[in-house]
């Protein structure tokens, strides 16, 4: 059965990094997008970034311009979001999810395969 596993949260102060991993198993994986997205407590899903199947192209939402980066290894089945700078209102938890398309989707209706999430605290 396919699944995404992620990792890689913890707590961390301001203006520190952490890495996140998320690992797929059971299906195609190099054919698909993948997004990352966040929820934050009392708030809605948002979109934070994706990567195309081939990692040629990438999106941001603009608050993570500059800070995060996202990347795939598809011969290690592994998409990572490299998270720099981090704010206290980046807490959150954070998902990464698959999308059967050739682009990069934001939305998270699009994708039809979730990881389980996890959290990313950032202290002041």
């Known amino acids: 059965q396919a699944q995404l596993v992620e990792s890689g949260g913890g707590l961390v102060q301001a203006g520190g990094s952490l890495r996140l991993s998320c690992v797929a198993s059971g299906r195609a994986f190099a054919n698909y997008a993948v997004g990352w997205f966040r929820q934050a407590q009392g708030k809605e899903r948002e979109f934070v970034a994706a990567?195309?199947?081939?990692?040629?192209?990438?999106d941001y939402v603009d608050f993570v311009k500059g800070r995060f980066t996202i990347s795939r290894d598809n011969n290690k089945r592994t998409v990572y979001l490299q998270m720099n700078s981090l704010k206290p209102e980046d807490t959150a938890v954070y998902y990464c999810?698959?999308?059967?398309?050739?682009?990069?989707?934001?939305?998270?209706?699009?994708?039809?395969?979730w990881g389980q999430g996890t959290q990313v605290t950032v202290s002041a």
């Open positions: 999810a698959a999308a059967p398309s050739l682009y990069v989707p934001s939305r998270p209706h699009e994708y039809n395969l």
């Open positions: 990567i195309n199947w081939s990692g040629g192209t990438t």
